[in-house]
DNA sequence: GATGAATGAGTCTTCATTCAT
DNA sequence: GATGAATGAAGACTCATTCAT
């Protein structure tokens, strides 16, 4: 435990340098130097400095991964937009809470290793996919209007991605407006166009008595 | 003019080996080899790495400029959405076709210098600024919803973005196809329910009589 | 003090290339070779070749500052002479002691930087200067003939500047006996004290009946 | 004839930026912008930097020598003080003259070459071989006090270089003047004529009474 | 475990010299 | 002869990693 305790601790450090500096502008004294260890100790609880990014990586799209649920439907569940809006509210809410992990992910995080740089890649296809698959259901329940998936789901991704970096960058901290504007832009982008010519209620009806 | 040639030459090549290895990994070894060219001679038309990365960089920022163009409103001139989708377009075509330069800008272009850094987050953020006020615009002739036109903004740039990405990796052709699926989206994220219920053409004409 | 020590050893190595081979013709590899340690210890120690450089530099610098002492008048003081002598002979010892950093003082220091070579020139500036104040009081106390005293501490300073390059190029040791020549040179100069009580015409006569 | 013009006018150039900067400062980019040339043309009128630098040299040398005439006794001429004095006022003239050449030989004219180095080295020798037989000739006839003739050779080359040193660094311009200080310098040192008329232990008298 | 001195491979950069035009 | 683009050996410096204490 005290081990754990002492890696979390560097780890703490590091991702502050790095988010500020980068991975390659980011070097050993810097992380040993505000960790206040000495050199070897640093290769006693790392094996490298890949290593400790790497972990650190891994954090972000861990915390990531929990926080983003595949839809769920039935009788016992809160409609799917209800979904999606606690997925995006709690993305942003990490991201915003842990700016600098943010920051490495959406600004640092390429250009080391094939295999760091495939497995950010890997995590945003899984990402794609998911909601590809989410749209591709929409569509066979009628509330999605048809279009290249794919595409949509590309553009709802990266969406997200670009204003968590403005967002992050802007010090905001009004998620739930946050997570309302995107929310909305990407279901307009989406929805067949039907469900959204009344109010926003008649929408909502609409899309629970669709999946209950 | 022989001169200029040669730069080009060892830029074309740089830009094939930055993009698959990134900024850091690239060293200057790479690149003489690659572009068979003897040590000093690199250094004859470039100051250093930096020195000919910036200008690759330069050559795509620039590049999109020109093909991002302001919409224009006036009798005369094609419907906003014609305009939009010329953009996207001219934008598309350049990174599909300089999947080097897109690679580059999209996953190794950050994490240097301040400097460069700095120049890549202006860019992007002019981008933001210019979909904004056309946004804003939009809002103004009751073409576009009211919203957050800023995080509107953001969520177009970023789906772009990401759109871009995934095209290149995927190798894809159909930029026409392409464009129209992210035009579609974009514009139902933003544009008021009422335009969007009809069919297309019925928006076409709304939009035309709005700005003609 | 492990670290002075460490500092001192390579001082000492690389001092005795400096010597022989002067500062633009050693490099590192020379110095590091010689100290039989690794590349990048020698940047633990030293900033780069001319921090060491410069270190040594200041080493003989200082200690010539400290053997050279101002002459001080009082009924408990040697007399001037005494003093000279006293001055001389440290100045000697040193330099015959230490014939690397003589070498390097008198053959290899210059030509660097502007900040290292004005440093030099200052040293010996300081030192004209001092011979001079000295030659100026011996004017005052009717020990010294009137005359362009700054041109005179020039003769002297260059003449002992000489006389050790050239005692330790012969590998002298009789610094005692060297020291007195130079001090009778500088206090008798080279004529033979009769042609010179008398007046200049007197003298000139004597030399013509001599040659003729 | 073109060729040795042309070779002239090169080395006019190189001999105010070695002056300057030195040998090792001195790059070939400076020589040929400074004298408006091509860079392949500097290698078809000298072989190398170091060729280049040797015949400024060898330049100064031999107009060194040529002023330095061997003392000739005789009926017919003139007294050696006299010709001393001409001697002392050629090589003046020529230093300060030639400032950049003087500049070479006495601040930048070491640490390249073990040759070139030895040639200097070499010269000086001979210069103070030829003081030091001028000496022992004045022993003999009872012009010059019996002494180590070759320690006052040397004192009397240091002293020049160093008086022609602080010239060139003052820009005097009275040659005449300095030629004759360091001429009664060398020759009558610089105590008072009275205190070396007699006896040194008398002089050390006069010396203590007058500090004590 | 903790330390920090030591290591040396890896890079960048300079610059005297060559050579095709 | 003149040019200046090209060359590549030489040398400085960095920094992740190791290891003796």
Do not use: W
């Amino acid at each position: 435990m005290e081990r754990a305790a002492r890696r979390e601790q560097v780890l703490r450090h590091a991702k502050r340098i790095f988010a500020r500096k980068g991975y390659h502008r980011t070097n050993i004294s810097d992380i040993i130097a505000r960790a206040k260890i000495a050199r070897g100790t640093f290769y006693l609880y790392f094996e490298n400095k890949r290593d400790l990014f790497e972990e650190l990586l891994a954090q972000v799209l861990n915390e990531l991964r929990m926080r983003i649920q595949r839809l769920r439907l039935g009788p016992d569940e809160p409609n799917p937009i209800e979904q999606l809006r606690a997925n995006l509210r709690r993305v942003l809410a990490l991201m915003l809470e842990e700016r600098e992990l943010t920051d490495i992910l959406l600004n640092h995080a390429t250009g080391f290793d094939r295999d760091l740089d495939a497995r950010i890649a890997d995590f945003y296809e899984r990402v794609i996919e998911q909601i590809q698959r989410s749209l591709d259901l929409g569509i066979t329940m009628g509330l999605v209007r048809p279009c290249d998936t794919r595409i949509a789901a590309s553009c709802i991704l990266g969406g997200i991605k670009e204003v968590v970096l403005q967002a992050v960058r802007a010090r905001r901290r009004d998620i739930a407006q946050v997570a309302e504007e995107v929310l909305d832009f990407g279901l307009r982008g989406v929805a067949r166009p039907e469900l959204l010519s009344g109010d926003r209620a008649a929408a909502a009806t609409t899309l629970n008595s669709g999946t209950n």
